[in-house]
């Protein structure tokens, strides 16, 4: 509804819906647990593609106005941060992920003509194992989903390849800046690197690797530029209370 902030969970709910359909075998990994996807996610060749892939361009936009809203917290591309996604159902969060590494490549954009662009630290609050085993002990459907965020977002990582520090046992995922500028600034793989892979595939999979790390991941993957459905369109500029939690998200 128009000039409601939706909470936590249902705005969740909503980017979970527009997440495109994975390969069956991750599927199915999916919803058995993180130690299942991560073995699928081993074995897939075309992990190394662009964030497309999982999330429309729609999806990181909204995040954007989420944030300009208040439902989750703004990101820090200045100063080495802390992010707190311990709340976040499964697709918030990795929503989350794919449009703080498009804000820092727009940031790095901007400030190109500066000499090299030094990016901060930025690291992931996840639960711990303590409190990962609270949640999964609960009976309650909400807990048990967010028990499943830290698992998702190392999945996500390792489908990207990026090279991540911390652990979930310490409630720690820690993404130096230093990586995160060399990630944005790689080149995709050359096609002989990816065994197993048609090579019209294979060459389909390179293109994509491009272009998220482009310019153009910054504003147009062909996709339309919209705005949240919860925006206030009036001009009053009001919104009604929501706080996070809940919602049933994938």
Known sequence: VA?????????????ACLRPPTLPALQAADREGGGALARAVSHEVSSHEDARKYYPLRALIMFEEAQALGVVPKFDAEEDSDYDIRQFPPAAAEVAVL???RVFRRYSDSHAGNGEVELPNVTLRVLTDEEHALLIASPDATSQRLART???VIVLLRRLRFNYGGSLQEGRIEMSGHIIRR???????P??????SEPRLAGSITDQARNIRSRSWTSDWGEPNVSA????????????????GGGGDP
């Open 229 to 244: 459905p919860w925006a206030n369109r009036g001009s009053s500029g009001s919104f009604g209370s929501g706080s996070g």
């Open 150 to 152: 830290g698992e998702r």
């Open 183 to 189: 990630w944005l600034m790689a080149k995709p793989p």
């Open 3 to 15: 000039g409601v902030r939706p909470r936590l969970g249902t705005f969740s709910a909503m980017l």
């Open 99 to 101: 449009t703080l590494l």
């Open 191 to 196: 096609l002989e690197a990816m065994p197993g």
